[in-house]
């Protein structure tokens, strides 16, 4: 009995140790400064970090990186994540892109910042959820979504402004270059049509199966929000932005109800519907347009 009492209290010394630990690198690696985000709203990478952030209520300062209008592509930007993908979430020195990577990093922010041990981690069952809605990728099921005039537009844009700063920044060429060839390599995938219909397969399964899910539980990975639902709405946001809400919501009744349900949290609010509900969805999409469209005009890349 003593033998067993001793191994528990090792246990809970070497669980705080370990607490403590992880306190003091991200203590160290926050040093006096405040955590930086680079983001958007149009990236549901972006609004997935952002929502984490919220729920979690940790300060950080927010830096607009418009990935429609090509400012992704500004050296200065580019320098440190040629992928030119958002997000990039930077606290000190610690720099991360992966967006499942940085929402976890928050957790542990959370949990040290709260100065309780005992506040648990996202479990195996979220963390599964997080990976398999991440699978999905949105980009050619959205773009695929978009009148085709005003996608070329904005295609031929961006490589205008990929071939302006290949122009600037010399030691950077070979990265542009590489950026430039992906655009006509997505041109080009577009115009296959078995291109729309896998994502189109992919992303009914995964909503066919959170939908089962929702029928056992309020959230999707239990009775409490977690982060496997800050990685789902951003793609039911997206399938409204889109105007498909009827066809993959409306069918699916648990999730028509989650849905209604969501969009009450504070953090949905500030994130998504701030920038995309009812007549704000037209004002943030026409302000990129008009951006995009005199910068062409003027010849501004």
Request: charged share 25%; with cysteine; net charge positive.
């Amino acid at each position: 009995m003593d033998m067993v009492r001793l191994k528990l209290r090792i246990q809970r010394q070497n669980k705080r140790a370990q607490f403590l630990h992880t306190a003091r690198n991200i203590l160290t690696a926050c040093g006096n400064k405040t955590m930086q985000l680079y983001h958007h709203p149009y990236s549901l990478d972006s609004q997935r970090v952002r929502l984490a952030l919220e729920e979690k209520g940790i300060d950080y300062t927010s830096f607009h990186v418009n990935p429609v209008t090509g400012k992704n592509m500004d050296a200065s930007f580019f320098r440190r994540n040629t992928n030119a993908k958002l997000p990039v979430f930077q606290n000190g020195s610690h720099v991360i892109f992966d967006t499942i990577e940085i929402i976890q990093y928050l957790e542990k922010i959370a949990k040290v910042s709260s100065g309780d041990e005992n506040i648990p981690l996202s479990s195996s069952e979220v963390i599964e959820w997080m990976h398999k809605i991440q699978k999905w990728n949105p980009k050619f099921f959205t773009l695929c979504h978009i009148p085709e005039k005003h996608r070329r537009y904005v295609s031929k844009f961006l490589r205008q402004v990929l071939i302006a700063r290949m122009a600037e920044t010399p030691d950077l060429a070979a990265d542009y270059h590489k950026k430039l060839k992906e655009a006509y390599e997505t041109e080009e995938k577009l115009k296959n049509p078995d291109v729309l219909k896998q994502d189109k397969e992919h992303l009914i399964r995964l909503l066919d199966e959170v939908e089962t899910q929702l029928n056992e539980t309020a959230y999707l990975a239990g009775k409490e929000f977690s982060m496997a639902d800050v990685m789902l709405i951003p793609v039911l946001a997206r399938l409204v932005i889109l105007n498909l809400e009827d066809e993959y919501i409306g069918g699916r009744p648990n999730m028509a109800k989650y849905w209604i349900m969501v969009q009450q949290r504070p953090s949905y609010k500030k994130v998504i519907g701030k920038h995309f509900c009812g007549w704000r969805k037209h004002k943030t999409l026409v302000k990129t347009w008009c951006i995009v469209h005199i910068r062409t005009m003027l010849r501004k890349f």
